[in-house]
Nanobody
Framework: QVQLVESGGGLVQAGGSLRLSCAAS?????????MGWFRQAPEKEREFVAA???????????YYADFVKGRFSISRDNAKNTVDLQMNSLKPEDTAVYYC?????????????????WGQGTQVSVSS
């Protein structure tokens, strides 16, 4: 069993920044799991935001949704089993509940269907 706990959400004005953190724990979690972030706005479908997969040593692969490229940055610390999402130049349309996710298979995590592990979510609200 794996537990994912998000933190760092809040209210920010347009153009501001927030940093979300996700901590993974559990005896079955391993550092090779892909980890990432999804979000769900009111009356919208859950959508992929960013993901990272460890490639060995200090090398990681990162992928971003088009709508956050150049604004958001994902980072991972395997020693601490944490993944962060730095969000800059926030827009009102970024308002959503942000969920941390983990899965042994990167392709499964990327699609967002049948993902093994989900966090409870953290609210991000951006005012105009």
């Amino acid at each position: 069993q794996v537990q994912l706990v998000e933190s760092g959400g809040g209210l920010v004005q347009a153009g501001g920044s927030l940093r979300l953190s996700c901590a993974a724990s559990g005896r079955t979690f391993i550092s090779s799991y892909a980890m990432g972030w999804f979000r769900q706005a009111p009356e919208k479908e859950r959508e992929f935001v960013a993901a990272t997969s460890w490639m060995g040593g200090s090398v990681y692969y990162a992928y971003y949704a088009d709508f956050v490229k150049g604004r958001f940055s994902i980072s991972r610390d395997n020693a601490k089993n944490t993944v962060d999402l730095q969000m800059n130049s926030l827009k009102p349309e970024d308002t959503a509940v942000y969920y941390c996710a983990a899965d042994p298979n990167y392709s499964v995590l990327r699609v967002g269907i049948k993902v093994d592990y989900w966090g409870q979510g953290t609210q991000v609200s951006v005012s105009s």
